[in-house]
């Protein structure tokens, strides 16, 4: 049985495995992206075009986007597919709120966007054409329900691209600043496939899940892009503290003093004349959905 978590002022029906990560992204993690939208979304800008080559969304199709955040993917898609109609999908209402603020703002009216939890939504049935998610699947408790309701949500031979990350030792940005933050201690890591950042970074994983939730024609390809954190160092640790700050809560002064020294070291040597900047590399997935 799905739960109830009220957001402002929406509600909606979660899986009562994936409440803490509806609670978070329509709380303060949610919040935060709202006031730094233009920096996320910058941060991924090396991985959009090869993106949207993958999806290949055409000007008559309707597509879904999951995870869309304040949308900017969301309204991209409403812009190829002119004649057709975007749904973007989240868990936090204060993005939502924002993406539909820039849709109206872009003189954007085919794009809508509704706050749902993937896994448990009543998904209408074989609607979509595309379905494409940025970063936005790794947070799934049961990343299979989740899939399968994207798969009964496409028609069949409907796409499904995702971006999602490659395992933390080939993205600078994730062991650097877990590094720097972590001050000497050893920091706990989470068990492989558990929901966050770096779930789906398994490439052996992806094709399995995949094809037992309705998809074939899996095909995974790596790519390496810079991350852009910021235009200079002080901008970048400003922002990688309020993402990170919490890991700073059990410090005393003097460990917390030297964690944002090492911080603001790392950011420094990676200061080039048009920003700070981070290697990272991410998995593009392409499936389609069983006919």
């Known amino acids: ?17 994936n409440v803490e990560q509806a609670r978070a992204w329509d709380g303060d993690e949610g919040a935060y992206w709202v006031q730094h939208a233009d920096v996320f979304d910058r941060a991924l800008r090396a991985y959009h075009d090869a993106f949207f ?9 309707t597509v879904l986007d999951i995870g869309c955040g304040t949308g900017e993917t969301a309204r991209d898609a409403a812009r190829f597919a002119t004649n057709g109609r975007v749904v973007g999908m989240d868990l936090s209402a204060a993005m939502l709120r924002k993406a539909r603020r820039r849709a109206v703002t872009e003189n954007l009216s085919n794009v809508v966007f509704e706050q749902a939890d993937v896994q448990v939504h009543p998904m209408p049935r074989e609607v979509f054409d595309v ?38 030792t080939r993205n600078e940005w994730f062991s650097d600043f877990r590094e720097a933050m972590a001050a000497g201690r050893t920091m706990p890591t989470p068990p492989p496939g558990a929901p966050g950042p770096f779930a789906l ?17 899996i095909v995974i390809r790596g790519q390496d892009a810079p991350m852009w ?30 964690a944002l020294r090492a911080l ?8 080039q004349p048009d920003g700070v900047f981070y290697a990272s590399a991410t998995w593009l997935v392409k499936a389609v959905r069983e006919a």
């Not at 080559?53 to 199709?61: Q, S, V």
């Not at 910021?230 to 030297?258: K, P, S, T």
């Not at 603001?264 to 200061?271: A, I, K, Q």
């Open 1 to 17: 049985m799905s739960q109830v978590v009220i957001g402002m002022p929406e509600v909606m029906r979660a899986d009562p495995a």
């Open 264 to 271: 603001r070291d790392s950011l420094t040597r990676h200061e």
């Open 229 to 258: 954190f910021g235009a200079e160092a002080d901008a970048a640790h400003r922002f990688v503290i309020g993402l990170l700050g919490w890991m700073l809560e059990d410090l005393d002064e003097g460990g917390r003093a030297g």
């Open 53 to 61: 080559e993958a999806a290949g969304i055409g000007p008559d199709e």
């Open 131 to 168: 379905a494409i998610s940025r970063t936005g699947t790794m947070f799934f408790a049961d990343v299979v329900a989740a899939f399968r309701n994207i798969a009964a949500a496409l028609r069949p031979g409907g796409r499904f691209v995702q971006l999602v990350w490659q395992e933390p």
């Open 201 to 217: 970074a398994d490439p052996d994983r992806i094709p399995a899940v995949l094809a037992g939730s309705g998809f074939t024609d």
